[in-house]
């Protein structure tokens, strides 16, 4: 483990650095696969372009992502090395605030990680995790990786799913078999954010407590009102602005 107090609170990238000791911390317990650290990696670039901050753009794909997910019948979370490094906690509160199934899904799948993933989840307070054991899974139509094995009682049945952290195909196969995604990622042209239904271009580690939090506000308001939130938001116009933050050019508010 590497001591996280080695950083002097002041450093001017404390943040950031305590962020990617997550990933290395959860690397050495061997919830993060190697790739993992390089996915990583590219993030922080990303990050460091937008400024290290939520925009507003991201502001209002996570109250839109927080509708959807609100509205949905069967929301479900899919969750791998990466993000149950990074947001183990916070991915179980946002399952509460959203009566959203959770389940793991992992590019690099066996069984060893599927339940050191469900432990740290089940540590972080949840009940139920999907996508772990012997099961018999289903598969996604398309796709070829290893992501294309789903529980048949989680996102096999989803109305909604919530894809954080993958730069993949499987985003593109969900919406074929009629589903809406939902993916954080920094990277505006992963081929995840270009397909989701909602890309909320940012770090995982900001994003997810301010899901939690926007959740807990909207699932007070009536259907309509979450109905409306939705019909107002165009992913397209989120994901050009975010690219035009990226590029330093101005924006449109
Ligand atoms: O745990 P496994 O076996 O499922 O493997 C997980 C990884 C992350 C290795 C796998 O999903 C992978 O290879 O991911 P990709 O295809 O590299 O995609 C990761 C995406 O997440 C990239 O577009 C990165 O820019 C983005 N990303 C990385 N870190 C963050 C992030 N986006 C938001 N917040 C981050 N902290």
């Known amino acids: 483990m590497i001591d996280t107090d080695l950083i002097p609170s002041n450093h001017p990238r404390a943040k950031s650095l305590a962020i990617r000791h997550l990933l ?23 990050d460091y372009l937008i400024g ?14 927080s509708s959807l997910l609100l509205l949905a019948e069967k929301p479900v979370i899919s969750v791998n090395g990466n993000v149950a490094a990074l947001c183990p906690k916070e991915i179980v509160d946002l399952a509460y605030e959203t009566s959203s199934s959770i389940e793991v899904n992992l590019f690099y799948r066996n069984k060893k990680r599927e339940y050191l993933i469900e432990e740290t989840l089940k540590k972080n307070g949840a009940n139920v995790v999907l996508g772990v054991g012997q099961k018999e899974f289903l598969k996604i139509p398309e796709l070829t990786s290893n992501r294309r094995h789903v529980d048949p009682e989680g996102i096999f049945l989803a109305d909604v799913v919530f894809v954080p952290l ?4 499987r985003t593109q196969a969900l919406i074929n078999m009629h589903k809406k995604v ?13 397909n989701a239904t909602i890309s909320i271009i940012d770090n995982i580690v900001r994003s997810v407590p301010e899901l939690v939090k926007t959740s807990r506000q909207l699932k007070q308001k009536s259907p309509n009102s979450l109905l409306k ?17 990226i590029r330093g050019l101005k924006c449109e508010q």
Do not use: C, M
């Open 24 to 46: 290395t911390n959860g690397f050495n317990s061997g919830l993060v696969v190697s790739e993992g650290l390089i996915a990583h990696g590219r993030g922080e670039a990303f």
């Open 52 to 65: 290290e901050k939520t925009s507003t753009f991201a502001l209002d794909a996570i109250k839109a992502a």
């Open 166 to 169: 993958e730069d993949g195909d």
């Open 182 to 194: 939902i993916t954080v990622d920094l990277n505006p042209l992963s081929r995840t954010a270009q």
């Open 229 to 245: 939130i939705l019909n107002n938001f165009n992913n397209k116009y989120n994901i050009d602005n975010s690219l035009k933050i």
